[in-house]
């Protein structure tokens, strides 16, 4: 069962370092070089939780051109839930959202989720096609 947290949440304490332990160790794979208190902060930030074990988070922001992005990260092993995760999370806005794949599994999550490539490894998903 997917639960969803954010920072203001109570129960968010209680996952908040393990969170930033696993952003830490992939800071510079997700290309992020905000600290983990600007990102939960400053964005749209979801922890994910699966019976109550942390998987991962999605995080949503403005950038500097006025578009919105999504970026995240996760454990390992838990692709299927990290799709379900991302599929959830993109049905909560109705805009255009990008996103940068760094690797392989990130371009396939996008994929599998919706996203088109449009550029060496930028991917939109239209959401305004299905609302």
Known sequence: MIRVLIPRDKEFKKYKQE????????Q???CDTNSFEF???????YM???NNNFTGV??????EENKMYVNGFGKRKHFLHHLECVKLALSWFNCDIYAKAQNRASALCL???GFKKIGK?????NQ???H
Not at 39 to 45: Q, V
Not at 121 to 125: A, R, T
């Open 19 to 26: 969170c930033k332990k696993l952003y830490k160790s992939v």
């Open 28 to 30: 510079d794979k997700i």
């Open 39 to 45: 990102i939960i902060n400053n964005t749209f930030f």
């Open 48 to 50: 994910f939780l699966d």
């Open 58 to 63: 999605l995080y949503f922001f403005i950038d």
């Open 111 to 113: 994929i599998k989720c």
């Open 121 to 125: 490894n930028i991917f939109i998903k």
């Open 128 to 130: 305004k096609l299905y």
